[in-house]
Structure formats: structure tokens, C-alpha cells
């Protein structure tokens, strides 16, 4: 059994050191996936991405295949050949009530007329009135109010039922890009001392249709289709749902999404087939083009600034505007196949699912560049799998999703770029040398942070604070004190003046025994030359030796007093000099 288990932490050894490299890279690619879609996301959350975005969603509608006319539909253009034929701008009352009048007898489903009748043009404007009260076909326009009472809005044309009127605002895009559709809206408050004429258009308590939506409803009649609108705030068109596009779906961030919009699905620039209105007045139509069929009725002429740039703009050098008309026809044709067709609108993921998607691409990409060092062939597969990002994002936008595609594409390079960089860093030892300086730098951090820890630890005993109270009374001690050592210096000072009085005896005395000592110094002289007269000769031995002896030793015994006293002098002299420093210091 013990073999065995060691034989386990052996190959469990062996596999550690031998996949610890790997380990390593794994870790370094996942702390660098996190990192860069950490940042992408917050990039994302204050819209950085979103012209970005937005454009390779343009991109990506102009890529699809494009799809045949909506045969449910016929678009009469007014256009500026019709304009210079009738001879009339605006095109009169009496025009459009002759053009009403001709397509009732064709039998449509129904009838738009995009063209705002909220003030008399020209002549006929009672024999419109009269065709617009009589027909339940025929469905009109409103613009409705920004809130200023300089734009109170359009109202509708006099005579038609509120039910058959819808509003012609879109929501566009910053650069005036429409890709959003208004089905439904609240008109803002008109805020002012001085508030226009109240109607349909510019009233904050109507909940108003778009004139697109109202047109669709009208033919979905037809069909048995009605509207619903769910508990959830949600609008059901029979068994389909027209999901609400929020601020936040897509590449959108933080998008005016108020009111109730949708993406448009475009059908490219050809919605439907398009006539002229000189060729309805005419009668040069066939009329199975217009039986049970929608006719949108509007303006196509570029003077008359009915116009947006659409997603496929981008692609053209002339011919760039769409006519608002148009735009109307394309949201039709996008509701109706949506309910009768199964075409399916787009739809989106939620945000964590954006999330993996882009953290799931930045993986691949850190993964890439730490498996491949030849440059060559690292950028040949950083091509590839970008084309098949790109690639994925497509397929799924053909499928009716819109997912992120810029992103995931700079995820992707950023995160193999960090990764490789890293790498040749790392092999410079640059690495090495900034991670020894960081830690450096943070243990003196720490150390400095544990010495003030420290101080204030002691600072804040007991036994510090019991020193300070031992410290003042010692204070007051040493001053009590210095106060007793200045009395008494003053003291010693009065009487020091007695010193040189004494030192003055001092010497008289050792003056005195020098005296004696020359004289018995002399008297020894004189003792030995008498002596040696009288013999003749010198007498080496016992009387002379004991007439020098007795004044040699008295004459010592007065040179070793004479010392004694030099020395205790010097002392008392020491003694003195060392006591006046004393009292000096204490005073």
C-alpha cells in the first residue's frame, strides 16, 4: 500500500513539473481574459463601442441577400417629374381628393396618404374633406409636438376619424441614421405661458399609434388579427410578439428608447413596386397592382426634406436619402411578414451572454499566442480566426440576432497582443527586474506601516502614559531642586574669597622650611671642611660619617616636609577649582 502511494505522488509529481509551464500560460491567459473584457464591458456600458457597433450592424445589412418586393404593397411616389407636369406645388386638395377617388374605385385593402393636410392647399379642399369622411380606407398623418410651443406639431386632416390617424415620427439615430421604428407614443407636455391649439397630435394624454402600425392593423383586420397588449407591457399582434427594443439591446447603449420601438428589418431598398402619381391620374396602372392591396401615398422628391439616410447609405455615392414613404413601407412590409410570414425580427442576448461571448473569443486569442511563437504563422492564425469570428457574428445575423462584433474582434487582438508582449518581456527579464523593485517598494510600504502601527500601539498603553505622569513629577522635582542648588551656590560664593588667604600661608610656611634647609645645608658644609682641616686628611669613616649624617637626615626631613606641603597645595588648589566648577554648573 505504501508503494503504491508513493508511486502516486511520484506520477502526480512528475505531471506537475511536467504541465507546469502550461499551467502557468493558462493562468496568465485567464487573468488576461478577465482584465480585457473587464474593460471592454465598462467601454461598452459609456458607449464607446456603440458608433462601432453600429456600424458593423450597417455593415452587416448591406452583406444580407437581398430580398424580393413585398407584393402586398404598392408605393405612388410624387416625384419631381409629377410635380413640373401637374404644374403645382404643393399638389393642390382638389389633386389629392382626384387620386383618393381613383384608388377607392381599384378596391384597395388600404390607403396611406403621407402627405400633411392640416392647412387649405389650393382649391377642393371641401371635396376632400367629404372623401376623407366617407372612405374607411384612407389612413392619415400627424407629426406630433417636441414639447415647445414653437413646434406644436401637425394635426391631422379635417374630416377623418381619430382611429384612422397615425403619427409620421421615427426615432433616428445620432448622424441621422434611421434604424428604429415608433409604434406607439405619449406626445411630451407643450410647457409655455402661451399654449397653441390643442389636437390629436400635440395632446399628453393620447397614447398615439405610428402611422406605419395603423396601416398594418387595417390589413390585419382583413386576417383576423387584432392587437393585444400583455400584463408585461407587451404587444402581442395575434400569436406574435413585436418585442420592445430597450436602451440597452444590441450595440445600442443608453439609446433614446422611449415610447414603444422596434429594429427595422429592412427588405434592401426596393420594398415594393413603385408607381408615379401622373400615372394614377393617368390610368396607365394595372389595377390588380392595387386591389387588396396597401398603396402608401408620399412624397419622393428630394425638395422636399422628407428624407433619411438609412443603413445602406454608406455604400453609395449618389442616391444616399431614403423617402419617408418609403421608410413607412419598409416598416409595413416588416410587421406583416413578421405575423403572416414567420419572418423573424431581431432579437438579442442578454448581458451576460454578451459577456461569455466576449471573454469566450478573448480566451482564444490569449490561447493562440502563448501556443505559437513563429510570427508568420501567429498572424496567419489570428487572420483566420478573426474572419471566423466575424463569420459567427454574420451567421447569426442572418438568423435574426444581433450580437456584439466589434468587441469579441478587439478582445480577440488585444488579449493575444498582452499575451505575446508579456512573453517577450518576460525573456528580456525586464519582468523580473519590476517585480523585484514592486516588492521593493511594497515591503517599505509595509514596514513603515507596521512601525506607525506599532507607535501608536505604545503611544496608546497604559505604561507610556504612566511614563508621562513619572516624567512631569520629575520635571517638578529637578526644578525644586535647582531652585535649593542655586541658594546654596550663592552661599559657597560669599565665602570663597577666604582661599588666597590661606594659600598666602602656605607659602610663608614652605619659605620657612626652604630657609632652615639652605642653612642647615650650610652648617653641613661648614662641619665638614673643619674636619677635614684638622687631619689633613679626609676621614671617610666614622666621625665624619656621623657629623654628615645627622644634617643630611635633618636636611631630608625638611625637603619631604617642603614636598608634602606642594603636594597637599596642588590638592587644595584642585579641590578648590573643582568645587567652583560644581557651583558653576549649579548655578
Known amino acids: 500500500m505504501i508503494k503504491i502511494s508513493n508511486k502516486i505522488r511520484s506520477a502526480a509529481a512528475q505531471l506537475s513539473q511536467k504541465y507546469k509551464p502550461s499551467l502557468a500560460f493558462a493562468k496568465s491567459v485567464l487573468i488576461a481574459s478577465a482584465a480585457v473584457t473587464l474593460s471592454l464591458m465598462g467601454a461598452r456600458q459609456l458607449g464607446i463601442l456603440e458608433p462601432v457597433e453600429l456600424s458593423a450592424y450597417d455593415q452587416m445589412l448591406r452583406w444580407r441577400p437581398d430580398e424580393k418586393p413585398d407584393s402586398r404593397l404598392l408605393v405612388v411616389g410624387i416625384t419631381e417629374a409629377d410635380i413640373q407636369k401637374l404644374n403645382q406645388w404643393p399638389i393642390s386638395d382638389r389633386k389629392i381628393a382626384e387620386i383618393l377617388q381613383k384608388l377607392e374605385k381599384m378596391q384597395p385593402a388600404v390607403i396611406g396618404l403621407d402627405v400633411l393636410r392640416d392647412v387649405p392647399l389650393g382649391d377642393g379642399r371641401e371635396e376632400l374633406t367629404k372623401v376623407l369622411q366617407k372612405s374607411d380606407r384612407i389612413i392619415g398623418v400627424c407629426l406630433v409636438t417636441d414639447g415647445s410651443p414653437d413646434n406644436p406639431g401637425s394635426p391631422p386632416p379635417p374630416g377623418i376619424a381619430e382611429s384612422r390617424v397615425g403619427f409620421a415620427d421615427f426615432g433616428v ?11 406607439f407614443m405619449k406626445p411630451p407636455e407643450i410647457e409655455g405661458k402661451s399654449l397653441p391649439k390643442k389636437h390629436l397630435c400635440n395632446d399628453s394624454s393620447q397614447v398615439l399609434g405610428s402611422f406605419n402600425l395603423q396601416i398594418a392593423l387595417r ?3 382583413r386576417e383576423k388579427i387584432y392587437p393585444q397588449l400583455a400584463p408585461d407591457q407587451s404587444f402581442w399582434l395575434g400569436k406574435t410578439q413585436l418585442k420592445q427594443l430597450e ?11 422611449r415610447g414603444y420601438q422596434i429594429l427595422i428589418n429592412y427588405r434592401y431598398r426596393q420594398v415594393a413596386n413603385q408607381v408615379r402619381l401622373t400615372d394614377i391620374l393617368e390610368g396607365k396602372i394595372d389595377p390588380n397592382l392595387v386591389k387588396d392591396k396597401i398603396v402608401l401615398i408620399g412624397y419622393t422628391t428630394d425638395s422636399v426634406k422628407d428624407l433619411f439616410y438609412t443603413p445602406y447609405s454608406g455604400q453609395k455615392q449618389s442616391n444616399q436619402f431614403m423617402p419617408g414613404i418609403v421608410a413607412h413601407a419598409q416598416v409595413v412590409s416588416q410587421i406583416l411578414s413578421t405575423v403572416l410570414d414567420n419572418r423573424p425580427m431581431f432579437w438579442f442576448w442578454p448581458e451576460w451572454a454578451e459577456i461569455l461571448w466576449i471573454s469566450g473569443w478573448s480566451i482564444v486569442g490569449g490561447t493562440l499566442a502563448s501556443r505559437m511563437t513563429h510570427p508568420v504563422r501567429l498572424a496567419l492564425t489570428f487572420g483566420v480566426i478573426l474572419f471566423g469570428c466575424c463569420a459567427c457574428s454574420f451567421g447569426i445575423f442572418l438568423l435574426g440576432g444581433w450580437v456584439p462584433v466589434a468587441a469579441p474582434v478587439i478582445a480577440l487582438i488585444v488579449t493575444g497582443g498582452s499575451i505575446v508582449s508579456a512573453d517577450r518581456f518576460n525573456k528580456a527579464g525586464y519582468g523580473r527586474a519590476i517585480s523585484d523593485r514592486v516588492k521593493q517598494v511594497f515591503k517599505i510600504e509595509i514596514d513603515q506601516a507596521k512601525k506607525d502601527q506599532q507607535v501608536t500601539e505604545i503611544i496608546e498603553s497604559d505604561f507610556f502614559k ?12 529637578k526644578k525644586e531642586t535647582s531652585e535649593k542648588s542655586d541658594s546654596q551656590a550663592q552661599e559657597i560664593t560669599v565665602g570663597a574669597p577666604e582661599f588666597p588667604e590661606a594659600e598666602s600661608q602656605a607659602d610663608e610656611y614652605l619659605a620657612q622650611l626652604q630657609v632652615k634647609a639652605k ?3 650650610q652648617r653641613a658644609t661648614m662641619t665638614a671642611s673643619e674636619s677635614g682641616g684638622a687631619t689633613g686628611v679626609p676621614d671617610f669613616g666614622g666621625a665624619a660619617s656621623s657629623a654628615e649624617t645627622k644634617p643630611g ?6 625637603k619631604a616636609k617642603a614636598k608634602q606641603m606642594r603636594q597637599r597645595r596642588g590638592a587644595e588648589k584642585i579641590d578648590s577649582s573643582t568645587g567652583k566648577e560644581d557651583l558653576g554648573g549649579k548655578e
Open 553 to 558: 637626615d635633618e636636611f631630608s626631613d625638611l
Open 519 to 521: 642653612q642647615q645645608k
Open 247 to 257: 436602451n440597452n439591446d444590441g450595440g445600442y447603449k443608453n439609446a433614446d428608447a
Open 219 to 221: 390589413y390585419l383586420q
Open 173 to 183: 439615430d445620432p448622424g441621422g441614421i434611421l434604424r428604429r421604428a415608433l409604434l
Open 466 to 477: 504612566e511614563l508621562q505622569q513619572k516624567r512631569d513629577k520629575l520635571r517638578v522635582s
